[in-house]
């Protein structure tokens, strides 16, 4: 026979009529895309709004305000424009891989001197 420290009976097992334990609150985690636009009355950009410019901001692609899935247009543009912080080929080189995993490839990216945004052009696979 096992001791009485090894021996788990009937009632001290979780299923025994007792209810299951609290689930563990969400866990957040610094760095994640938000799921709701940061300003409460701001929609996120339908497609249709997107479709008349076809230049996308990569902050608004990070905030997950643009769902791209009824998009019409085979070619877009992501656009950045570089902080104090940093030049902004990072940001926008992000964006374009994020945009890879949903059938997005890279055709060209380019800065004009006379604007100070960036812009990768991509293309729909």
Known sequence: ???????????????????????????TVPGLVRRAPIVPDMAPLTAQKLAQTRILDVDALARNEVDLRTYPHRNLALMVQPGLMGSGVTRLLEGVEYLGQFGWELVNVTDNSRNPFLYAFLRRR
């Open 1 to 27: 026979m096992l001791p009485a420290e090894d021996r788990i009976g009937l009632a001290d097992q979780p299923s025994a009529g007792r209810p299951p334990p609290p689930a563990a609150a969400p866990l």
